[in-house]
């Protein structure tokens, strides 16, 4: 009776670990399900996008022939390789190897700067505004948009960076980390998509 | 009285933080308990059914007499926005997300919603949305007047030239909701699928529990559809860009894809609670097994599935080609085979039963009457030659009147009542709820039937005014309309007086069988003070077989 | 015991069906007077969706109703009922019905569109042909309407009338005669060709009696078909809010008679354009107006904010009488 007593409470205690102390996991599955809400907003502005380039007689502005894609490609080169920069960092972290994490995302972070650095040199440079028809509204709707989302990325790494410095910080797991990297793999996965539609498909 | 699993788990009450208070105070605080924040749900909701309800009141003593005489027509253009957007932002939608709060955690067998503090949070966008929504009547030039669709150019048209007008603040109000929504959403699907108690399998999970899954799983793909329209909005009307502006280029018919994308699956937001609380409440207080309970569990996704693709059948007026309108046409009607499976369901479940007729069962029974009638209406609708005809006039507000008021709201008065008990631990008064029942059935039938009519000889809905041949039937409507205005009083009253001195219900007054049943009422912090092992399916009603193993001995010798 | 069961279930079934013919009938009742061919085409399937509906209500309900009067628990019977999870065929059953149904219906709509045909060639071209109209003549179901259609396309050319809605007004201008009118005169049984156009927001362009209506879109040309039928004065109203005057713009359709038709176009370019009374710009001016002595500036209760002015009232050859307190026709 004892042991059958220690075994319940055994399972009992089991139990209760996997509900309430699975916040991680739930956190995790959590945000997942957030991006995959938050990428229906991108697909929308795509849709619209799309739509809009299909229909409207006058796409570009008058003076307006294109855009310029040099500079968006070495551009989309970054931010797109830093995606495998986070993953090292996050690697270094998986093996405890603290410096080394803070090393790739600090780079992850000069990527994604250089990245917002380069879209608003190319912003300052553009012969067209947000008013001029709708292909200046979604141009920089959609650019704009994606770049609130890189600056909100590179938040969240110097969060992470910060907390990293905290003592026992990552005792719990590092879902923080997870999350954060998987946000900025989002970001990039919505660049490739808006470069193909705005800057490829002209 | 043959389920004997029904023991209540004796548990000490805890307290959701040191130094909590453990009375009505708490509604007042920051808690993440679900409970709580369900309660705060319900109530801040309810105060803005009022509001809506008076602002729809007003409308009613406007159209009482042809001519535009009792308010300026801005005034009543702007009170159809803010009744539409009261109602749907503020009413239906919190209460229904306030219900699933405080019931699915429960049901589930879980001690809280995945996430608690994001709870909070989302709760307390309400407050701000209303506010933001009332505070537009003090702007210059009033509040939104575009309809809570605010389909551009009308709602781009800004006669102050203020930037911050009605429109602007309706925008954000609408942000701060969905921003609320879709955290809700996020937490909501967490915990239904990461959170249920050891042996409830998917087909062990109660329908309401079903039907919350699929409503929250319908904010989250569609909402940031919305968001997305609201932002391109939003920029028109502040930038000066040109997305829907049609004197800039752009296109108007985008934004009410952008907005029925999202707001038609939205009704199903709505209304898939409340089939769940139909399927709660009947098995209950007819005594019988809901029949056929795995389909109607699975036809809540069907419903979500389906509802992806119907927003079009909204603009079978608008410039549409035909090919749109046919196929929006058949998948709008395909809708009524998910839900009609759900209608059957239910006609059977009580069929041969031992019906209790009680209020929650009332309000059951008389929302799924409605349900009917409005689900056929609504096949009118979706008939693309009958839609060309009625499209936008008053059979249209009859309809959608019927679904939200005669069905959902229907559905939300039975699951108060019915886990009245079970939020206090005291029993409402049977006298009174029946004549709430009484008085809103028949004010829904004088209100919202004679619109149907009305709608079919040609009178356009929004009119502050109309030609007198209407004048019969919108009379009706008025007086149907103060008739449910009257309606919520013995409700208030029901509500105010038994929370305060109502009789010990005990914990489980309806004998019902389901996890929420098994805990104290209230519950406690934490609900269970032990995770109970679900052993068989929901609705076991005329078995022996218990729900849950009785303890966990008996659980290790069955599965050794 | 189980043949009393089918037997009232049969004389349910039976009276069933009577309603629900008695309903389909009824609900010719329910609309204006049909002014158009497409309104009979609407009508027929109207009544059809009126008829099972009523039949799948009763069919719903009656079992409903009888289980609730039949089925209650005695005062102090705390028993449960029995214990019946559901029943595989019943369920197979009321999902193939239903949804063999809402094809059906969806096939019924289909085919009425198609017959109406009434967002002009570009859409449904084929419809202009003579040899599909044949052939869907052939059919007896609502052949009549069709032949009327048909007819009309073959007695004259389309009837060109382009339809400018703007805020708060309609003007409808005869490109043939170049005449402009406030109030949209029709030939009875002749095809009319409308190009409708904004000039500012969404409107719609709705005739109850024709059962017909299509949102006019800013910045977009849309072509729009009918054929009125029967003489008579019917009432064109806007049934896409278009902000504060919503309600009053409003306008009168005169279907005549080919010859009155063309006496009325005759006398109407005869006349010099001059502004025509109109209810928004009226009403706006005197809520407006400074000349307010504080007695009978508003007549309504409760006053309202800024609103977008009203279009000036349309310069038109022909505006029928209407005087500014007289109630609308």
Do not use: C
Request: zero cysteines.
């Amino acid at each position: 009776m004892t042991t059958e007593r220690a075994i319940a409470q055994q399972v009992e205690a089991g139990v209760r670990q996997e509900q309430e102390h699975d916040e991680a996991g739930n956190s995790k599955f959590g945000f997942i399900v957030f991006l995959l809400s938050e990428s229906v907003i991108f697909l929308s502005f795509f849709a619209g996008y799309i739509i809009y380039k299909t229909t409207v007689p006058d796409w570009y502005p008058p003076g307006v022939t294109g855009l310029e894609t040099r500079d968006p490609t070495i551009n989309t080169i970054v931010l797109v390789s830093s995606s495998f920069v986070i993953y090292v960092a996050e690697r270094f972290l998986h093996d405890k190897k603290l410096w080394g994490f803070r090393l790739f995302l600090l780079a992850t972070m000069a990527m994604g700067s250089y990245f917002l650095y380069g879209q608003a040199v190319e912003w300052s440079s553009l012969p067209f505004s947000v008013t001029s028809g709708v292909f200046g509204g979604t141009f920089y709707l959609l650019t704009g948009f994606h770049g609130l989302h890189v600056l909100t990325g590179i938040l969240l790494q110097v969060l992470m960076l910060i907390r990293s410095f905290v003592p026992d910080n990552y005792e719990r797991g590092y879902f923080g980390v997870e999350a954060t990297s998987l946000f900025w793999h989002f970001v990039d996965v919505i660049w490739i998509i808006l470069f193909i539609l705005i800057y490829v498909w002209q | 009285m043959t389920n004997i699993s029904l023991e209540p788990i004796n548990v000490t009450r805890g307290q959701p933080y040191p130094g909590a208070p453990d009375n009505w105070r708490r509604f007042f605080t920051f808690s993440t308990d679900h409970k709580v924040i369900g309660i705060q749900y319900i109530v801040t909701s309810f105060f803005f059914f009022l509001v809506g309800g008076t602002f729809s009141m007003i409308m009613r003593g406007e159209l009482i007499t042809p001519d535009a005489d009792l308010v300026d027509r801005t005034v009543y253009n702007a009170l159809f926005t803010m009744h539409g957007s009261v109602m749907l932002f503020l009413w239906t939608f919190p209460v229904l997300v306030g219900l699933g709060n405080y019931l699915v955690p429960l049901m589930i067998g879980a001690r809280d919603m995945a996430f608690p503090r994001l709870n909070a949070i989302s709760f307390w966008m309400i407050p701000v949305v209303g506010v933001l929504m009332l505070a537009s009547f003090l702007v210059p030039g009033g509040p939104s007047q575009s309809g809570w669709w605010a389909y551009p150019p009308v709602s781009l048209q800004n006669p102050t030239g203020n930037i911050i007008n009605g429109q602007f603040l309706w925008i954000l109000a609408v942000a701060i909701s969905g921003v609320s929504s879709i955290m809700g959403g996020v937490n909501f699907v967490t915990t239904i699928v990461k959170m249920r108690a050891p042996g409830m399998t998917w087909f062990r999970t109660p329908a309401f529990v079903w039907a919350v899954l699929a409503a929250q799983l319908i904010q989250l793909y569609g909402l940031p559809a919305l968001t997305g329209g609201a932002v391109m909005l939003l920029l028109d009307l502040t930038l000066g860009t040109s997305f829907f502006a049609p004197e800039r280029g752009g296109n108007p018919i985008l934004y009410q894809h952008f907005f029925w994308f999202y707001s038609h699956p939205a009704v199903y937001v709505m209304v898939l609670p409340a089939f769940g609380i139909f399927s709660e409440v009947l098995p209950v207080h007819a005594r019988k097994p809901l029949f056929g309970y795995r389909v109607i569990a699975a036809s809540s996704l069907l419903i979500t599935v389906i509802s992806g693709a119907v927003w079009v059948h909204h603009m079978f007026a608008s410039a549409t080609p035909g090919w749109m309108r046919m196929f929006f046409m058949v998948t709008t009607m395909l809708v009524a085979v998910p839900s009609g499976i759900k209608v059957f369901g239910w006609v059977a479940t009580i069929w041969g039963g031992k019906i209790r007729l009680t209020t929650p069962m009332l309000f059951a029974l008389g929302g799924i009457s409605n349900w009917l009638f409005a689900g056929i209406t609504g096949i009118f609708l979706g008939s693309v030659p009958i839609d060309i005809h009625v499209n936008n006039t008053y059979f249209v507000v009859g309809h959608f009147h019927y679904v939200l008021y005669g069905a959902i709201v229907m559905a939300i008065y039975a699951a108060i009542y019915h886990w009245f008990p079970k939020m206090t631990g005291r029993m409402y008064y049977e006298g009174l709820g029946k004549l709430h029942f009484a008085l809103t059935y028949l004010g829904t039938a004088l209100t919202f039937l004679p619109m149907h009519p009305a709608g079919l000889m040609g009178m356009p809905r929004r009119v502050a005014s109309y030609d007198p041949e209407f004048a019969y039937w919108n009379v009706l409507a008025s007086l149907g309309g103060f008739l449910l205005g009257m309606s919520t009083l013995p409700f208030i009253l029901n509500m105010v007086s038994s929370w305060i001195r109502g009789a010990k219900a005990g914990d489980n007054p309806w004998r019902a069988i389901g996890l929420e049943w098994l805990i104290s009422s209230p519950p406690p912090v934490e609900n269970f003070e032990e995770i109970p092992t679900v052993i068989s399916p929901p609705y076991r009603y005329g078995t022996d077989e218990p729900l849950v193993a009785t303890n966990l001995q008996q659980e290790l010798t069955q599965t050794p | 015991m189980k043949l009393r069961a089918i037997l009232t279930l049969t004389v349910y079934a039976i009276l069933a069906i009577f309603a629900s013919l008695w309903m389909a009938k009824q609900a010719y009742a329910w609309f204006p007077p049909e002014a158009s061919a497409e309104s009979k085409l609407i009508d027929d399937l109207f009544s059809l969706f009126t008829g099972l509906g009523t039949f799948i209500y009763l069919g719903v309900i009656g079992p409903f109703l009888y289980s609730l009067v039949f089925h209650r628990a005695a005062k102090y019977d705390d028993s449960d009922g029995p214990h019946i999870e559901g029943n595989t065929w019943l369920e197979v059953i009321w999902t193939a019905v239903p949804l063999a149904l809402v094809l059906g219906l969806s096939f019924a709509s289909y085919r009425t569109y198609d017959k109406m045909a009434v967002r002009g060639p570009m859409e449904l071209v084929h419809l202009h042909m003579p040899q599909m109209m044949q052939s869907a003549y052939a059919e007896p179901f609502d052949s009549t309407p069709q032949q009327e259609i048909q007819n009309a396309l073959e007695s004259a050319p389309l009837e060109q009338i382009d339809v400018i809605a703007k805020q708060w007004a309609w003007v409808f201008h005869y490109p043939q005669q170049d005449v402009s009118s406030t109030e949209l005169h029709l030939p009875v049984d002749r095809r009319v060709h409308f190009t409708l156009k904004s000039e500012d927001v969404l409107h719609g362009f709705y005739i109850p009696a024709f059962r017909l209506k299509q949102d006019v879109v800013p910045n977009h040309e849309i072509d729009f078909e009918l054929t009125p039928t029967r003489v008579g004065t019917y009432r064109l109203r806007d049934s896409m809010y278009s902000g504060t005057y919503f309600a009053a713009n409003q306008a009168d359709v005169v279907v005549q008679s080919v010859n009155d038709y063309q006496q009325w176009l005759a006398d109407a370019a005869a006349q010099t354009p001059s502004a025509a009374f109109n209810r928004a710009a009226y009403e706006y001016s005197r809520a407006n107006s400074n000349s307010d002595n504080g007695s009978t500036k508003d007549k309504v209760a409760v006053r309202g904010w800024e609103t977008i002015p009203p279009a000036p009232p349309p310069v038109v050859n022909y505006a029928p009488k209407q005087e500014p307190q007289s109630p609308p026709a």
